[in-house]
Nanobody, 122 residues
Framework: EVQLQASGGGLVQPGGSLRLSCETS????????IGWFRQVPGKEREGVSC????????YYANSVKGRFTISRDNAKNTVYLQMDNLKLEDTAVYYC???????????????WGQGTQVTVSS
């Protein structure tokens, strides 16, 4: 069974830091890109960052570029999102995501972690 479990959220002051973790199981972690998304109530979920299967290629939304760093530990089947210099507008529920090929299906299936709340407030 494919599982993604996000953790590490919390309450932090502007300018502070948090590190989110996405622990995974049930699939060949090394073979898949993993992404982080976030959502604020009433708004669409937006992509924040993504790492390729080998971790060589990364993507960052313009709003977090230079402040967030994504990394992965293939030995632990875990992806991290280091968030520095947090701003009020970073407040959201953060989700990790992977699109996994299951069985013989030619179409990947999206799997999501349960979300972790990040609140930036003074």
């Amino acid at each position: 069974e494919v599982q993604l479990q996000a953790s590490g959220g919390g309450l932090v002051q502007p300018g502070g830091s948090l590190r989110l973790s996405c622990e995974t199981s049930g699939f060949a972690f090394d073979d898949y890109a993993i992404g982080w998304f976030r959502q604020v109530p009433g708004k669409e979920r937006e992509g924040v960052s993504c790492t390729s299967s080998g971790g060589v290629s990364t993507y960052y939304a313009n709003s977090v570029k230079g402040r967030f760093t994504i990394s992965r530990d293939n030995a632990k089947n875990t992806v991290y999102l280091q968030m520095d210099n947090l701003k009020l507008e970073d407040t959201a529920v953060y989700y990790c995501q992977a699109s996994i090929f299951i069985g013989r299906s030619p179409y990947p299936r999206d799997y999501w972690g349960q979300g972790t709340q990040v609140t930036v407030s003074s």
